[in-house]
């Protein structure tokens, strides 16, 4: 064991263990408020030791193959995504690697060069990286929290990851439930944390891409309503998108449409009639549709009136729109 694993286990044993605050001399940058926490719940919910260093778990190929046949449709629509991404990333030496809620990797891009180190580092097809299994690490603890973020060395709880630097951002599927993380690792890294945080900012875009990629595909047949607070950006880059149903009632949404809207009336919104929500009625959206500039396209919150530009995405004409017959 190296003096810096040895270091580090006394570290966590003295935060999560004893509950005593760090010294200086404990470790190089001490631990933010997610990363303790995470420490604290390895230990004491998932009994984990940090003296028992383990290597990563990589399942047998039909059990990946179980877990990625729960996802198959999904794992089609994000692999273009993934390997943008890589494109952005290899250079600095990052794999990409696709998790499902349970953290079982199940899907990897990575330098075909660095094959056995990736898969020795648990950067790889098939490893299990919950918090359960692997302690703090990128994708587990994204997964415990909901939240994006950076694990970098030291702050794994197992101090056989601590080389590595691992970020990771959750993707919701279009019923607002966790799907999948995304996560993107590097075997070694600057020590300094800072020099992962425009990581954390492309890790986050990619993982709303895909997260919206997958909605449009769910609701190819729905009106779909895409909302921005500036006109500009509402047809190219919506931060909220809306599903609505023949009816004129919620069907889905992505997780930023989610959080505002149940942030508006308190609780779910799923299965709400448009007018519970926005100012305007249902059988207007022909209103808001492309043939209207994006400037006179603004909506308002039902219960805030926070002010959103609508950019209406309609049915596929079989399916008729809100005040018309299907032809």
């Known amino acids: 064991m190296e003096l810096r694993q040895q270091q580090h286990i006394s570290a966590v044993m003295r935060l999560a263990g004893d509950r005593l605050p760090l010294l200086a001399a404990d470790v190089p940058e001490p631990p933010d408020a997610l990363i303790a926490d995470s420490w604290a719940r390895c230990v004491h919910q998932h009994g984990l030791d940090p003296t028992r260093m383990q290597e990563a778990v990589i399942l047998p190929h039909h059990r990946v193959r179980e877990h990625q046949e729960r996802l198959e449709e999904f794992l089609g629509i994000a692999r273009h995504g993934l390997e943008e991404l890589y494109r952005q990333v290899a250079g600095m030496g990052y794999c990409v690697l696709l998790t499902d809620a349970r953290g079982v990797t199940v899907d990897f891009i ?11 580092a648990g950067l790889y097809l098939g490893s299990d990286w919950s918090e359960h299994h692997a302690g703090t690490c990128g994708v587990g603890t994204a997964i415990a929290t909901g939240q994006a973020l950076t694990v970098h060395q030291g702050d794994h709880f197992d ?54 990629a997958n909605f449009l595909r769910a609701f190819r047949n729905d009106w779909v309503l895409k909302l ?21 009632r919620i069907v889905g949404h992505n997780r930023s449409a989610q959080l505002m809207l149940e942030a508006e009336t308190g609780s779910t919104v799923l299965g709400l009639p448009f007018e519970r929500l926005f100012n305007a009625r249902f059988e207007d959206l022909g209103h808001f549709m492309r043939a209207m500039p994006g400037d006179r396209r603004a909506i308002t919150l039902a219960r805030s009136a926070r002010v959103l530009f609508l950019h209406a995405v309609p049915p596929p004409a079989r399916w008729g729109r809100p005040g018309t017959s299907p032809s």
Do not use: W
């Open 159 to 212: 101090a056989t990851h601590i080389p590595l630097t691992c970020t990771a951002a959750p993707v919701y599927d279009p019923l607002g439930r966790l799907n999948a993380i995304l996560d993107i690792s590097a075997l070694t890294s600057p020590q300094a944390k800072s020099s992962q945080h425009l990581a954390l900012q492309l890790v986050k875009v990619y993982a709303y891409r895909v997260e919206n």
């Open 110 to 120: 990575g330098d075909l060069q660095l094959d056995t180190t990736l898969r020795r």
């Open 228 to 248: 921005h607070p500036s006109p500009e950006f509402v047809e190219i880059s919506p931060d909220h998108m809306v599903a609505l149903d023949a009816a004129g």
